[in-house]
């Protein structure tokens, strides 16, 4: 059995989701299974994910998905190139899947991977160094490269948070392993609503403001339960910031130290009283309110960019349907990396697997003080991956 891969965060899963894996099916034939590559705790916007991982991967699991694999944090709250190659790198270690399905604005896969191409182009590394030695902001220096090489038609994708996302999958993608592309339908990205689908970002406010009714149409369930959010861990956020020196601040993925960005953390950190005004401190024209976010967040995390291995060293299994139970027996011969379908499987890894496997449970652990009610420690000790047994 082969199957088709998809990289998502599912925060929440909704019905634009849904639609995702439907026409990917109908693309690839009923009997595709699909697997998702799926972010953990903490998100590539360096927010905390609304619910939990094993809450949304069931309704991975119910919205059509077969196989939900977790993205660790150090690939999930990363840039677009690292987010990107991390996801791609654990579809492909399953030796199952031989399709990347992504959803995209433009629907043009030749437009995306003429893009993608362009960026690995000696000629395009130094347009980005002078754009960037200019002044520009990075992703405004970055299109800018790729239209003096391709055209403004081709670098237009750059523009677009799906078809950006796309053409790192794609950048990143082995040569046995096939694209296709599925028309983002409805709202774009940060959108809010419209032709019976909503934004993930759109759903996110209306259920952190209690309004579950209004966002009803556009989850394949009910939501139930509370939420996190980073407003209940401000002042521990700023109590880790305001410990930091500047070594630490550059020992940071994407730290900027050539840029000074760490100097302008440090000092931006040293006087913020607020989140909000943290960043707002911080930030410039060149970097853009995701970055500092993420810089924030690993640096509440205890994270370095040291902890992040080139490779992923394993495929933590949050949760499976049938479909996907036969997939993981597959996956027994098939796969390059160790296969955890149990948390107690992390105790004999390799010693720098394990390592990461702990940094893991340690943002978990860290996860748990962002709901109303703080929850224990050693969750990833003793969680183990949603069993879908019943048909859909």
């Known amino acids: 059995m082969t199957a ?119 000629r395009y590394t130094q347009l980005l160094r002078d754009g960037v030695s200019a002044g520009l902001p990075f992703p405004v220096a970055r299109q800018k490269a790729v239209e003096r090489l391709v055209g403004p038609e081709i670098a237009s994708c750059l523009s677009r948070a799906n078809d950006n996302l796309g053409i790192e999958y794609l950048r990143a993608l082995p040569n046995d392993m096939d694209a296709v592309t599925i028309p983002r339908i409805g709202v774009g990205h940060d959108g809010g609503t419209a032709g019976g689908f909503a934004s993930a970002s759109h759903l996110r406010g209306l259920l952190r403001d209690g309004n579950t009714g209004e966002a009803a149409p556009y989850l394949t369930q009910s939501w139930t339960g509370p939420f996190a959010d980073l407003s209940r861990i401000e002042r521990a956020i700023l109590a880790r910031v305001r410990a930091m020196d500047r070594a630490d601040w550059a020992a940071l993925p994407d730290s900027g130290g050539a840029e000074g960005l760490p100097d302008r953390m440090k000092n931006a950190a ?96 860290l996860y748990g003080l962002c709901f109303p009610q703080i929850q224990p420690c050693g969750l990833e000790w003793t969680t183990g991956p949603v069993v879908l047994r019943d048909a859909r």
């Open 4 to 122: 088709a891969g998809i990289v998502a965060e599912y925060n929440p899963f909704h019905t634009g989701h849904a639609h995702h894996v439907k026409r990917t099916r109908e693309l690839l034939g009923p009997d595709c299974a699909v697997v998702c590559v799926m972010s953990g705790h903490w998100v590539q916007r360096g927010e905390c994910a609304l619910t939990d991982k094993w809450t949304r991967a069931a309704a991975a699991l119910r919205g059509g998905v077969d196989l939900v694999l977790e993205l660790p944090t150090v690939w999930a709250c990363a840039s677009a190139e690292s987010f990107a190659r991390g996801a791609v790198e654990l579809l492909h270690a399953t030796g199952v899947v031989d399709t990347l399905s992504f959803g995209s604005e433009c629907a043009d896969l030749s437009a995306l991977r003429r893009a993608a191409s362009c960026l690995d182009e000696a």
């Open 270 to 365: 040293a006087s913020a009283r607020s989140l909000a005004q943290l960043l707002e401190e911080a930030k410039t024209k060149r970097y853009t309110l995701a970055r500092l976010r993420r810089l924030v967040t690993w640096a509440f995390l205890g994270l370095r960019a040291a902890d992040r291995p080139a490779h992923p060293p394993y495929l933590r299994v949050l949760g499976c349907s049938l479909r996907g139970r036969s997939l993981l027996a597959q996956m027994r011969a098939s796969a390059s990396l160790p296969v955890l379908t149990k948390p107690a499987h992390a105790r004999v890894l390799p010693r720098e697997a394990r390592r990461l496997f702990e940094l893991e449970s340690r943002c978990t652990d």
